[in-house]
């Protein structure tokens, strides 16, 4: 029978990342489902495909007697399980192999479900990110379950895996942990909850030694500890690494949107200053002789109040850069706390840079795209809805 035959689940935030991917699993694990979204997102084109019902509105309206499981976005507007506890569930019931870390979980993840998906291992998978050569975000599958963990709520510290993979630890997420320490505290605990030699150490890894499809050496740092739980999984290295070399990637990570009157444009999701320096390295590379132009949108207000100068210092390396306001995403408004600091600290790090402060990201499209001429490389980079942004400059770059 299976797992979820008989039951009903009703989400809110069905267009998340997240919750649209458990929702499509629990039908295909034999559930009724439905849920509610605010508004429109591109994760819901997986929810139609799949025959879920949902509704679009301003407030959530629960039906009776369903099980409701929450998102992240809309705790306290409605009673229910939240996405953590629902995770626990899903992961308690298939073997699993759960990847967290604060940079390019979503990159690994995705790289181990491909490559037992080539292997013919018929892997389900749970990705905050859409995998084009996997079909989505989500899919169920007979063999490993392949989940992204996220440790901005301790989410993943619930999670009981058969084999894990910690990428890497840096403070990402101010309001839930003080320090690096308490951080690396927290994923030293979960590990030695888990299986010994169970569990892969990215920060024990090399680059792995491919010749990869994806740009960047953060993304050989990922190959890495993809292939390392590969291994523990039962897949031999050697057939491993010739797939890894076809993985063309992950949505959003330096994801080619276009090419118009000569100029390139590219879109990331990258939002901590780590990822934002790892990625114009690699759009660097790309725009060769051409410049680099960068229209970035800080996501969180506290992410932001904290880290504002390590922004401006990986921003500092474009040779035009375009600041937007935050996107609040889960947080209340910070009093004195905008984009503004990012372009404050970027015009005292590196006086004379051409900088934008274009609270909307509309004007910000706009400004790029007037600046912007043959051989330049645009990227819009941010984890909010500067996603958009690569649209309207494409549009401008054409009239």
């Known amino acids: 029978m299976p ?98 870390g604060a940079h390019g979980k979503t990159t690994t993840a995705a790289m181990i479900a491909f490559v037992l998906d ?53 403070l990402d997420h101010h309001t839930t942990f003080a320090s690096t320490a308490e951080l690396d505290e927290a994923f030293a605990d979960w590990a030695r909850c888990l299986a010994p030699g169970h569990v892969v150490w990215g920060q024990e890894l090399g680059p792995v030694d491919v010749e990869l499809s994806v740009r960047g050496e953060h993304n050989r740092l990922n190959a890495a500890c993809a292939l390392a739980a590969l291994e523990v999984a039962g897949v031999d290295a050697e057939e491993a690494k010739p797939l890894l070399a076809e993985f063309g990637g992950v949505g959003r990570r330096l994801e080619a949107r276009g090419e118009h009157v000569g100029v390139r444009v590219y879109d990331d999701y990258g939002h901590h200053p780590v990822e934002t320096a790892a990625v114009l390295g690699a759009a660097r590379r790309l725009a060769g002789n051409g410049r680099l132009l960068v229209l970035f949108q800080p996501h969180l207000y506290s992410r932001t109040l904290h880290l504002a100068r390590e922004f401006a210092h990986a921003l500092r390396t474009a040779d035009l850069a375009c600041i937007t306001d935050i996107y609040a995403a889960r947080e209340e408004r910070m009093e004195d706390v905008s984009g503004k600091l990012v372009v404050d600290a970027l015009c005292e790090l590196r006086p004379g840079m051409p900088v934008g402060w274009t609270p909307r990201v509309e004007d910000g499209a706009a400004l790029v795209a007037a600046r912007a001429r043959r051989g330049d490389l645009v990227l819009t980079l941010g984890a909010g809805d500067i996603d958009r942004a690569a649209g309207f400059i494409e549009e401008l770059l054409c009239s």
């Open 3 to 100: 797992p979820f035959e008989g039951r009903r689940f009703w989400f809110a935030g069905i267009g998340g990342a997240g919750l649209s991917g458990y929702a499509v699993l629990a039908k295909a694990w034999g559930a009724e489902v439905a849920g509610w979204e605010r508004v429109e997102t591109p994760y819901l084109e997986h929810v139609r495909a799949a025959g879920i019902p949902f509704d679009i509105a301003e407030e959530p309206a629960p039906p009776p007697d369903w099980e409701v499981i929450v998102s992240t976005a809309f705790a306290g507007r409605v009673p229910g399980k939240s996405r953590a506890e629902f995770l626990v569930e899903i992961v308690s019931l298939q073997r699993s192999i759960v990847v967290a």
């Open 118 to 170: 080539r292997l013919g291992h018929d892997p389900g998978f749970l990705i905050g990110g859409e995998v084009p050569q996997l079909g989505g975000n989500a899919r169920a599958g007979g063999g490993w379950l392949v989940v992204e963990g996220d440790e901005s709520d301790r989410t993943v510290f619930s999670l009981r895996p058969e084999i894990a993979v910690i990428t890497n630890v840096d």
